[in-house]
């Protein structure tokens, strides 16, 4: 059973500071990992995908992934109310359904 | 381009009915997948179809529970016999390929509510 974990929080830090997001998978064959921004009664938004180890910058935003340790993160610098919100973290292999984390609520303090 | 269209928003049952959910991808998207979302917990994957083939229906019920992709018109999430604990937000989401793995895209959901 592949399986995809996070904590569910909730995470909260005050406004300006740095939001750290973790995930770990138990598929090692997984090829692709996406981080999704879900806000209370909406449907997922796709924030970041990441296929490389390393890390990978967007904006406010960057994704790290270690293959080796089964591991991805999500970095959001400057931290604002407006990104409170259930962060998801999906993990794909080729030609495979798209399996997903229970989600960590992260909260933004003004 | 229209995004992933979804309905009905919300459905309201009476316990024993029938409810179908209905998904049309994008456009040029030809895989859809359905997934559960009870509040407060994340995202359960049901089953995965491209078109007129079931990829993968690990994540459904075997009983009550059935999924579509015809040639033609919309994904068809169908639960017969529905019971109080359906009750759930369903979200369809489609993608271009499943070589291209590039991101989901989702609808914005269908709230079953059963009586």
């Known amino acids: 059973q592949k399986e995809v974990e996070q904590n569910s929080g909730p995470l909260s830090v005050p406004e300006g500071a740095i939001a750290s997001l973790n995930c770990t998978y138990s598929d090692r064959g997984s090829q692709s990992f996406f981080w999704y921004r879900q806000y209370s009664g909406k449907s997922p938004e796709l924030i970041m995908f990441?296929?490389?180890?390393g890390d990978k910058e967007d904006g406010r935003f960057t994704a790290q992934l270690n293959k080796a340790s089964q591991y991805v993160s999500l970095l959001i610098r400057d931290s604002q109310p407006s990104d409170s919100a259930t962060y998801l973290c999906a993990v794909n292999n080729y030609g495979q359904n798209f399996v997903f984390g229970p989600g960590t609520r992260l909260s933004v303090l003004p | 381009n229209a995004g992933v269209m979804q309905n009905p928003r919300h459905l309201v049952r009476r316990r024993g009915q029938e409810a179908r959910l209905r998904c049309s991808p994008m456009k040029g998207h030809s895989h859809v997948y359905w997934y559960r979302q009870l509040p407060e917990e994340g995202l359960k994957f049901m089953v995965y179809l491209q078109k007129e083939n079931i990829i993968d229906e690990s994540g459904m019920p075997k009983e009550r529970f059935s999924a579509e992709f015809p040639k033609e018109g919309p994904s068809i999430l169908r639960i017969q016999q529905v019971v109080r604990g359906d009750s759930a937000a369903y979200f369809c989401?489609?993608?271009?390929?499943?070589?291209?793995?590039?991101?989901?895209?989702f609808g914005e959901g269908s709230r079953l509510t059963v009586l």
């Open positions: 989401a489609s993608s271009r390929s499943e070589v291209n793995t590039g991101e989901l895209f």
């Open positions: 990441i296929y490389s180890n």
